[in-house]
């Protein structure tokens, strides 16, 4: 079970030497719903600053993030 999940939005996906890609990422925050509340505004609360930058060299995800698609980071302790 992960410690803690964090929502990501892709701010920018750059090209980098060999084909490998750089894809920035912020987290998500949005604008309120109908009913007053919004998954975003719920993860912008407890983790509302931040960012995340990776190189992806994989030829299968490279070309596949885009910018302004959103994904969920969860954070799990490694041995």
Same mark, same amino acid.
């Given at each position: 079970?992960?410690? /803690?999940?964090?929502? /990501? &939005? *892709?701010?920018? *996906?750059? $090209?980098?030497? &060999?084909?490998? #890609? @750089?894809?920035? /990422? ?5 604008q309120?719903g109908?009913? +007053?509340e919004? $998954?975003?505004?719920?993860?912008a609360?407890? =983790? %509302? =600053? +931040?960012?995340? $930058?990776l190189q @992806?060299?994989? %030829?299968d995800l *490279?070309?596949? @993030? ?7 980071i969860?954070?799990t $302790?490694? #041995?």
């Amino acid at each position: 079970m992960p410690l /803690m999940r964090a929502k /990501m &939005q *892709v701010a920018a *996906v750059t $090209e980098a030497y &060999q084909g490998s #890609e @750089i894809v920035k /990422m912020y987290p998500v925050c949005g604008q309120f719903g109908k009913d +007053g509340e919004s $998954e975003d505004n719920t993860y912008a609360r407890w =983790s %509302p =600053s +931040g960012s995340f $930058e990776l190189q @992806i060299t994989n %030829p299968d995800l *490279v070309g596949k @993030i885009k910018p302004g698609q959103k994904f969920y980071i969860d954070f799990t $302790e490694a #041995e």
